[in-house]
């Protein structure tokens, strides 16, 4: 049992970091100046480059996931991605396939070449999903379950963090400190919209906070249109805002036939869609060395 | 591997679960018109009776936890809390005294014979905890963690469920209907206050979802002001407040020393301003008889 | 012309402003500390007495505000309401009926004696409105309106402040300091819901910040239950609950005919509602006195 | 006065309202399918243009204005900005130069060529303001200040309304219809950032809501992204993706001595800024052609 001193000295070590000025954290480019590169199979985050993650909100069969994922392949995405474990508000709506939604992503790596970046809800999880993904996801949900983030700063694999409904971009920091104190460093940060009192769109794509993220830390910070707006509608021009206001990449939903999907189809962007979209960020490719030259 | 078949069943079901109302959940006072009655040990919530949960916020030594204790008893509380695991937003703040704090907890029932709530944060806990305590916390920032909640609805312990800083009212009770789909009806949801764009207190105390909760569904609600305000000035007439409004009882962080509190010692009450509050909330009790008989 | 020289004057007088403490404004407790009590009619709000202000939301016609006003009356209330100039989000909704409206107001306070409290829109009615009313009040959506701010300043009338819905516990003082700056020192402070994300009710009651502004302020503090919930169920409780976190009144809507109303009829109470309601406050009146002898 | 048959037709009025579907407004592309094109001057905004406003937060001197004009001049920008009449939160802030400040803005005007606005705070000053400005401004604590909307509604110059930091998209619009039914058809709009939980930055860009907007009106939709951030650093990024996601054009503001501005100064560009800023978005216009094909 800790000893009423042992309490004190947690009490001390609280106080100090308390009065630690933030560049002392680990995800801080006081920390590190130099962009972290995250790498994941072909794939690379930050440090430059802007890299498409593209797949269905679920992953609901084997014909669905080949045929969105070749999509996903042919149009230029550098990762895909799929839920096998799906956080639903409902108990019962559908909670995704689990192990073999895993192998249906295993099956649509192999035909396509492609990483693949899939969601952990539980630390019981984290061993099976690390030896199917390439990427751990962990939802916006989760982005405060700390026992799930120490677990996967144990990972060798890395970790996409999806920023909270209701994060502060301090919070969100603090998430992706966990990680990074528990030993792994590849961390890419996802801004996903916030809630707030406008109800037009699902919730509030931050912009903003991307600007102060890059500015504040050297994790690759990518945006994620999809579940923000919840209407493929919007989807395109916030991808293209997403890559002009200083982004790593982009987060999009796609489906082959949003129509049939089993959730969220009204924000999956057809494959015709995401075509279009693929070559206008790449038509924006050579501004953006130019901004990133500043 | 699910067939085409199954995955289109599924869609089915989801397409069916949309077009439910929502008085076919199993929270709701449809499914259920009577007040449902949560037990614990010698305490009960809900039903006509007001409950006061009290007790620190972290368990951080023996001499604390006995101490606060015994006040919490002498003035009237029905229920001790404490938090052996804590959700911390650092990775370098306190993170609690895990089993020793539970040793802790079942020390001070012992001496007092108040049953216990504690936080599970993780479902690799839940066996440990419910071992330990007569009631099992879900906190706000795990509302939305389905794996734990789905956890605690095969515990054989009653469960508090706190709102999350971000979640409806909509969004809580079905968090709430987790736990009962898994079949543990026992209970009681707790409003903690909601994050808006005011920061002169913590967090905004919503005191119109008691009653948006209490005529929606049959659980108990009490309320937490300490985590709400965030300043123990405000906890007093917040606390009457919440048995006016009709709440089945509060949840008050109180310590025999908050000045050397380990966490939120700000917002934690002294035993001279729980005796008073206690004594202002017996004085209010004929009269919510009489609210309540209308 | 302002020369450079006066320029920078003001930009000296800007900073100065910025260096000194808030207790330096005319609304705070340090100013002041004994609290305002405001007089209108027969009326008094602040200083000990709790003030119920109730009436319809517009003024339609002699019939709807006559027996209105005997109901408010004759079950105790000591403040009249009713929109004679009514803000609406659609051009299209009935605005109200203007100084037709005033004179049914007046009509209504020859009747029953009771001090009348209506909304002034704009600077070039409040000469006209002052004419008529005993309290003026500035709407949700006035409270930043800085020209409607210093014009009620130079009013002989008290004025009714309401927070807006988006406005922070700080710059709610700020546009009551106008007043106050002004020279009219008679200021009620209204709290009638914040906007949040939580929609199950029309807007979120922050009755924590009544607790924060009797702290802050000597100004009185009234609670607009009826406004902030949408739904007359809920007002009633939010209303006990007013008096218990410390209110020095409330304003609620109450309608002969609530059925028939022109607007708001959802969230009016009957005047059977309204007798109950009285009975309930008046019995919570001897605790009252006890609390604040705290 | 009016008759109860004359209120029962408002009441018949209001519902037929409630019962019209959206479309039916003036401000709607069911109502006006192609673009509104407003013109000020040399200038014009909607319709394919990208429009840039720059100039100060505050008219403080004619040398500031002259210098700050002819920078925006020089550097493209096609409409000058400055306030006259300052919206301030305290009373003891600078609140504009007033009538002076039109002259000098009236100066800066006849000095580069570029038309001009300005906010107008109060009815009785929209004939004064009227006289000097080429386009009226509703700031964003007046968007339902509804008499100052009515009025501007009957002037004879375009208004660009700002939304409120708590306003959603659909009142927004109906802030703007109000401006339409009386007769003015000549309304820009103008996202400025929202009031959320965030507080990294000053206000949350809502960049969703340009496209939300463009898709339901036919009005001109502009970006503020320097009062939505309130940081210099993050004008730029904003600007380019106000530009990405389809917006008509931004309003940044620019100050040849930010150091020295007597409000917002840390929120203001430089000129050399202004400059770099100007040069990308030029850079983009070709993508921004082909994007608007689609």
Sequence with gaps: MASVGENQNAAVAEAMVHSLKPQALLVSREAKEADTVVRAGSAVVGGGSFTVIAGPCSVENAEQMVCTARFAHKYGASILRGGAYKPRT??????????????????????TGLPVVTEVMDTQDVDLVESYADILQVGARNVQNFCLLKRVGQARKPVLLKRGLMTTIKEFLMAAEYILAGGNDQVILCERGIRTFETATRNTLDL???????????????????????????????????????ADGIMVEMHCTPDKALCDG????????????????KAMSGLRQVWLAC
């Design 90 to 111: 409902s108990p019962y709506s559908f909670q995704g396939l689990g192990t073999e939604g895993l192998e249906l992503l295993a099956q649509a790596r192999r035909l």
């Design 266 to 281: 009204d924000q999956s962007l057809t494959p015709a869609d995401f075509k279009v979209l693929m070559s206008e960020l």
């Design 208 to 246: 903003s906070a991307v600007c102060v993220l890059k500015e504040m830390t050297h994790l690759p910070v990518v945006v994620d249109p999809s579940h923000a707006v919840g209407n493929r509608r919007y989807v395109k021009p916030l991808a293209r805002a997403s890559l002009a206001v200083g």
